[in-house]
């Protein structure tokens, strides 16, 4: 078992914003960490309001399946498109 402190170390991003407030923020912001594209904290944040929550996580879960992507970013959003033109609405 791990000490608290190694996880909260872990977790600490210093990039991330400070002034997050709502539950769809720190949903972005997770997103945006996992994906390595911590440039862009904004466009996920946006993504995490304004898009369904099943529909982010199955892009988030095919990125995942492909752990040498050359860039996960991009991944995500054809994938995002790609569900979001077979139906789904955001």
């Known amino acids: 078992m791990k000490k608290l402190s190694a996880v ?8 991330r914003p400070k002034n997050l407030s709502k539950e769809f923020q720190f949903y972005g912001c997770s997103i945006c ?5 911590t440039d862009r904290y904004s ?26 992507a050359k860039s996960k970013a991009k991944l995500f959003m054809w994938k995002l498109k ?7 609405i955001a």
């Open 82 to 88: 790609e569900l979001k033109s077979q139906g789904y």
């Open 8 to 15: 909260i170390d872990e977790v600490k991003n210093t990039k």
């Open 43 to 68: 466009l996920y944040i946006k993504l995490a309001k304004t898009h369904q929550r099943q529909l982010l996580e199955q892009a988030l879960n095919f990125v995942k399946d492909y752990p040498n």
């Open 33 to 37: 960490e996992v994906l390595g594209d």
